[in-house]
Structure formats: C-alpha cells, structure tokens
C-alpha cells in the first residue's frame, strides 16, 4: 500500500443521514470475486436512472465533483453490512477520505485497511463542510488535522491503524509476526 | 473485579493484550465463510504464499448467491446470471484447495450461514465467532462473542486465526416484564431499536438482560441477536442459561458426555457478574411491546404496528425516508396495500418462524395479486418443516415454498421486488432498494408478514386472530 501521508482535495457533500453500504454498493454488484472497477457501481441507485444513464441531478455526476478526493457525508455513514466492497467501490471511484459526525464501526475498519481515512468531526465543523460544499480541504494524517480554509480541527484514528497507513504497511503483517504468541495460546487453551 | 460477559470473552482470547499503540491480538475460536465475501480474502492467502491456519476452525456454506429454486432434471441449478454460478463455483475451489469443510447446495446441512452455525452445534458458548456477515451477531444469543468482519479481516483469520481488536464498550438492554400473546421476539428488537436508534449501539456490544430475555426460546434469542448491527452495536450478547444447553445438546459438534458436563460447568461462569458496571444501560418493558413495523428506511425508523407514523418535523433524511417508501406522517400503516410478502432471512427464517407464520395462514389464502415467497433458512428447517407439514398450508394459501438461501432478504439471487413495490418481509432490512432497486420494505415478525399475505394490506395479526376465534 502506498504511505498515507497529507493530500490536498475539493469536497464533495452527500447531506444525508445514516447513508448504509446498500446505498454505496448495492448488493447485486457483490457478485464479483476480485475488488476491480467496483467504482463504476458507487452509490448506483442514487447515480442511474433505469435504463443506468447517470441523473443529472446527483452530486457524484456533477462537475463539481469530478476530481473530489473528499466525501462529506451525513451522520452514521456506512451502517449496515459489512461488505468490504463498500471502501473498495470509493477508493475505486476516486475517494481518499469521507468525514461525517460518526461512522459505523465495521465500516470504518474496513476504510482503513484499504487507504479511505475515516474522519469523525464535530457538528459545527461539519456543518461548516457541508455550508463549503466543492472547497479545498487539506488532510494531514501526520497532524491529523483537517482544515479548510482559515477552520482547522483535529480528529482522531485508531493509533495503529494510522502507524499502518502512514508507513504504508498492513494489519496481516503484523500479525504474522505474532506467531509465536498465538502457538503458546493455542497450546495454553488446547 | 466484578466483570460483565463481554469482559470475561474479552479476557479469555487475549492472545496480546492491548496498548496505547497496539490492539489487542484475539483469537478467534470459529470463522464462518460464504461465497461473497471470501473470494478476495482466498486471493490474499494465495498471493502471500500462506494456508488456512487452522481449516478445522473453519466452515463454509453458501447461501446469497444460491437461487432458491431446485435444480432441473439435470442438476443443472437456475443461478440468477453467470457471475452467480461463478462465485459459488469459486467458493467450491476455494475450500478444496485450502481444505475447509463445505456445506454446499443440495447438501444435508446447506442453509444461512447465521441459521446452521448453531443447527450443527458449531456455535457454543464462551466461543469467539467470525463471519464476514454483520448479522454473525446472531451468535451471541449463546454466549459467544460473534461479529461480522470486512474481507481483510476474513483473510487475517484464515491467516492466523486472530485478529486485531479494540476493546468494545459494554451496552445492557434490560428488559423486564414479559412479551404479551401476539407479540414476538422480532417486535422486541424491533421495539429496542426504535428506542436506542440506527446507531445508538456504535462502539458497543450489546447484552441482552433480564425477564423478558430469560423467558425466550433460543431460536428467539437469535432473532434478538440477528439484528444487533442494525442498532450499530457489532455484537450482541445473552448469557447461556438452561434454555441454551437444552438446545445444544446432541447436537453434532456439541461436546459429548464428560467433556460436555465439563463445558456446561464452565459455560454457567459466562454471565456478567451481579456488580459489574456496564458503560451504558437501557431499560424497556416487555408488556408494553406491540407488533413492531418499520415505515422508513432504517431498521430504528419503527412503530407499533398501531401507531400512526411520526411526523419528521422537517428533517431533511427523514423527509427523505417517508418519500422515498410513500408514506405520510400522521397516518396509519394499517390497510396500506401489499404486493409482496418474504418470509425468510437469518433474523425468521427458523422453525419457529415458520410455524407462527403458518399459524395465521392455515386454512386461508393469499389475497389477489400479493406474491409470497417462504424460504426456510437451511436443509435441515426445510425437511423439518415438511415432516410438519406446514409447506402444505403455505402451498395451499398460494404462498411459494423456497430452498433454503438468503433469497430476497438482499435479493442477490434473482428473487427481488419491483420498484414501488411494496413488501412486507420478516428481514433484517428496509434500506433503500435492498430487496430489489426502487422497492419499498416494511419489516415486521412473521405473524403480521403472514397476515399482510392473507389480506393484501398492512394488517394487525391479533386481530386476525381474533376474527378467527370468533367464527369458531
């Protein structure tokens, strides 16, 4: 994976609550048995229309949200199930972050193993976000800061979630490493 | 220290305790696999060079993708489209090359990965259990700390049979009193979401307490259990009591004789001692619980099925959700049109379910133009059921009788609703499209999902049941 250091984006805004991974991926797309291209299929029902031609009025095919890295999104976001295709499809369609007021705990486990900074901000500020809809923001997980333009705040990850995204190293490694510890318990509780 | 059930699972599994800058390394006792989340976590092990560490704490079955109608003549199974097929193909390979037990279709023991978990007695207490599936919840209604995890996580249990965890904190929903006649356990949970919300249960396991938990069967328990992440919480717990070893016993992986006396010694230790502090609690009575249905788009978005839906007061995801499945604030669900009903899912897809469901069906039909789908949640229900004879009075009423699969709960396998069409399903969720694009889901438990079959509009059960009394 590559190091997950600070990026500079526009926003994209999603003012929506307890938007579920039904919604990012619906489940017939979950047929797949590789994580490619799921991007095509990001928040499909919300994007196509019946006969899958994208609606002109939903944010993800404006022009405004072309080249967004940033999705602001409202509170819960990422409820439901615990499909992993859900960060693949956003990573995939181009996201590197998604802020909301809290997100679902699977969820957000899953974004982080896959390079998609799960952000937790407080109301004010989100309100702010979603008020600058389409403004830079600047991310700096090194700081783990979120500013945009003269607002900054700081938000917390899980601290070896983030050590695994600034080095660009993942969970599985490290827990090969614990092999030692994990024979002694197997054999402890045998 | 006085410690709650979560704390004393927590502690057992502790392969690494945590730090400040390092996660807890858990081990995990059972990993449960199905065809749509686990063919990228293969993928891994395969690009790494690595095995299943322990295939014998592993065991697959398939069930989203698997149509639930039977093979033809040939064997030849109506798969919804070819990447079906091919997923469950992948599956079969899968579990050949890393040698992982596969329950697969046309199997005695083929279902809902949440259904024979416990049918095979691979579900016991005091277990760690792994799926990636957000309803592996389910198997907390024995004691067991069970969570759904992503496809990475998948990948790192088949690796090293742990995985990285943060303390959870500890949720009681105490419930006391006793559900009234008419009422089931899926209005409970229903009736404990509403209250705590979508995700009033975030960053928490959940445990079940009281009267009202202890009066419930296991199969029940389950149901509770089911729909634990629809409240945010990953897990959700009850204490192994009496009822649980009752149901385990015999069963083909239980422990069995002196090692089963053993286990049973040692399950009765897994409850939260009488002092011990949870982070949060909440308390609701179960004599006031009515039949529950849901009128938006969330699983907390849910009322008595006599209640009248609640005006949003102007909030936007709200506004949204009432829009979106066609009602109005201020009126009554009752006599809203049905298209169709599904009676299925790992949340009632039991013999139970299927018997209350059957209950308000015997003897009527299924009204004009509804189509019901019951699909029973595994092999082993399925036989049951028919020993029984309930499939009669579902094919009798006009209803249709299923293979067991996930089916139209997330309507992956071809069974799925129109769009603007209404269901009414004993499922776990009324998310937009999630049992076809553009359908409308209103959840509820089996009684009243049977009585919307029999009278085509959102119906009170126990008033059905009361017409029918009268007239004998």
């Known amino acids: ?190 | 220290m006085a410690k709650t059930l979560f704390e004393k699972l927590w502690e057992r599994h502790l392969v690494k305790p945590e730090t400040d800058e390092l996660p807890a390394v858990m081990y995990i006792d059972l990993q449960l696999i199905h065809e749509v989340t686990s063919p990228q976590a293969f993928q891994v092990l395969r690009d790494r060079g690595l095995k299943v560490r322990c295939p014998q704490k592993t065991v697959a079955t398939m069930d989203h993708s698997t149509p639930s109608l039977p093979p033809d003549a040939n064997g030849t199974y109506p798969f919804v489209d070819e990447m079906a097929e091919a997923q469950v193909r992948k599956l079969e390979q899968n579990c050949e090359e890393f040698g992982i037990t596969l329950h697969a279709m046309g199997g005695p023991n083929q279902g809902i990965v949440h259904v024979i978990g416990p049918e095979l007695g691979l579900t016991l207490p005091g277990k760690t259990i792994v799926c990636g599936d957000s309803h592996t919840s389910t198997h907390g209604a024995f004691g067991a700390l069970a969570f759904g995890i992503g496809t990475s996580e998948v990948a790192q249990v088949m690796a090293t049979q742990c995985l990285l965890q943060r303390k959870a904190k500890t949720l009681a929903v105490n419930l006391s009193g006793k559900l009234q006649p008419g009422v089931s356990a899926k209005d409970l949970i229903l009736a404990v979401i509403a209250k705590i919300g979508v995700n009033g249960g975030t960053g928490h396991v959940i445990e079940y307490r009281g009267e009202a938990i202890r009066a419930l069967s296991m199969e029940e328990r389950m149901t509770v259990c089911n729909m634990s992440i629809e409240g945010g919480a990953r897990a959700g717990l009850i204490a192994p009591d009496e009822v649980t070893f009752n149901y385990l016993k015999g069963r083909e992986h239980a422990p069995k004789g002196k090692a089963w006396d053993e286990a049973v010694a040692d399950w009765k230790t897994l409850v939260s001692d009488e002092d011990a502090v949870f982070d949060q609690e909440v308390f609701l009575n179960a004599d006031e619980i009515k039949p529950m249905i849901t009128y938006g788009t969330n699983p907390g978005m849910a009322i008595a099925i006599t209640d009248s839906v609640p005006d949003p007061r102007g909030e936007a995801s709200t506004v949204k959700a009432l829009d979106y499945m066609g009602v109005e604030a201020g009126a009554s669900l009752l006599g809203k049109a049905v298209d169709v009903v599904f009676i299925g899912s790992c949340t009632n897809s039991r013999l139970s379910d299927l018997r209350e469901a059957a209950q308000v069906m015997e003897g009527r039909k299924v009204a004009d133009g509804v189509r019901v789908l019951v699909v029973p949640g595994s092999r082993f229900i399925k036989d049951q059921a028919e020993r029984e004879g309930l499939h009669h009075t579902f094919l009798n009423a006009g209803a249709e009788w299923r293979e067991p699969s996930c089916s139209m709960c997330i309507a992956m396998n071809g069974d799925r609703i129109q769009a603007g069409q209404v269901a009414v399903s004993t499922s776990n969720r009324n998310f937009e499209g999630r049992q076809g694009a553009g359908g409308r889901t209103f959840l509820a438990g089996p009684a009243t999902a049977a009585a919307a079959a029999v009278t085509g509009v959102i119906t009170d059960a126990r008033t059905l049941q009361e017409v029918q009394h009268a007239t004998v």
């Not at chain 1, 940033?70 to 976001?77: M, S, T």
Request: charged share 20%; glycine share 6%.
């Open chain 1, 1 to 190: 994976m590559q190091p997950f250091k600070q990026f500079s984006s526009k926003t994209v805004t999603l003012p929506v609550d307890n938007i579920d991974t039904d919604q990012i991926i619906p489940a017939r797309f979950l047929k797949v048995t590789d994580k490619k291209g799921l991007g095509a299929h990001a928040f499909a029902d919300w994007r196509y229309n019946d006969q899958g031609q994208p609606k002109p009025d939903f944010v993800l095919n404006s022009n405004a949200a072309k080249g967004a890295q940033v999705l602001v999104a409202g509170d819960n976001f990422g409820c439901g199930s615990s499909r992993e295709h859900a960060p693949w499809a956003l990573v995939d369609f181009g996201f590197k972050a998604v802020i909301s007021t809290s997100i679902a705990d699977i969820f957000r486990n899953n974004a982080l193993k896959n390079g998609l900074l799960p952000i937790v901000v407080d109301k004010t500020f989100h309100s702010y976000l979603m008020e600058q809809a389409g403004q830079e923001v600047q991310i700096d997980l090194e700081a783990n800061t979120i500013t945009c333009g003269e607002t900054s705040r700081s938000f917390e990850v899980e601290r070896f979630a983030r050590y695994c995204l600034l080095n660009g190293l993942d969970q599985l490694e490290y827990l090969l490493k614990s092999q030692n510890e994990i024979q002694a318990y197997e054999e402890a509780w045998a």
